[in-house]
């Protein structure tokens, strides 16, 4: 089953932060996080293996509530760059992964 | 490394013609994903190998629909009778794996079909 992102939607001013939850119904092996700019291919930005950690990236980290199926991206101190669609992927095992259907981010100057 | 392509990168077709996409991973990748995309929605899976098999196909997925990797290098994905709900973009990524692990995938540039 599809995991679920919220916000769908966030528009920020250049140096703000930015949460972006993913919630699945199923138990979680893995989480993992891309941003896609308009006309482009997804891009790879952490992945995250259960046992709750976190990572960092930048300006940008992640949560990984396996307890809860919870992942949260964090963006600290957002860039004009940040903007673009972030997906979450989720798998169950080793195998397939899931997406949501993206948070859209707008940052602006 | 170059990183994963795909070919052609547009294709416009009429309906209930066949089409086929190649994808060219990232060399010595062991995983290779094929996704659907459309407009506002994640990377829809369709299917995935490991090397030469054939490990999983989504449900979702009808019989029109059928991918290879002959050799565990680039594979096709065959689109037969094509509808017009077939318009989308074709995403494939390819990923490293090492026994029981995830790894980060790596997507390509994509095949946008246009079902006329």
């Known amino acids: 089953q599809q995991p679920v992102q919220s916000p769908q939607a966030v528009i920020l001013r250049e140096g703000e932060d930015a949460v972006i939850n993913c919630s699945s119904s199923k138990a979680l092996y893995s989480v993992h996080w891309y941003r896609q700019k308009h006309g482009e291919a997804p891009v790879f930005l952490m992945i995250l293996l259960k046992g709750g950690e976190q990572k960092g990236h930048d300006k940008i980290s992640a949560s990984f509530n396996e307890k809860k199926q919870q992942s949260s991206l964090y963006l600290t101190a957002s860039q004009l760059s940040y903007s673009g669609t972030y997906f979450c992927?989720?798998?169950?095992?080793?195998?397939?992964?899931?997406f949501g259907d993206g948070t859209t981010l707008t940052v602006k100057p | 490394d170059t990183g994963v392509s795909q070919d052609p990168r547009h294709k416009i077709t009429k309906r209930g013609q066949n089409v086929t996409f190649r994808c060219d991973p990232i060399s010595e990748h062991n995983r290779l994903y094929w996704y659907r995309q459309t407009l506002g929605q994640g990377p829809e899976f369709l299917t995935y190998?490991?090397?030469?098999?054939?490990?999983?196909k989504s449900r979702l997925l009808s019989d029109r629909f059928s991918a290879e990797r002959p050799k565990g290098s680039f594979s096709t994905l065959e689109i037969q009778r094509t509808e017009q709900g077939d318009s989308a973009m074709y995403l494939c990524?390819?990923?490293?794996?090492?026994?029981?692990?995830?790894?980060?995938?790596?997507f390509g540039p994509g095949t946008r079909l246009t079902v006329t």
């Open positions: 190998f490991q090397n030469e098999a054939q490990l999983e």
């Open positions: 992927g989720t798998n169950t095992n080793a195998g397939k992964s899931t």
């Open positions: 990524a390819s990923s490293p794996l090492m026994l029981g692990s995830v790894y980060e995938q790596y």
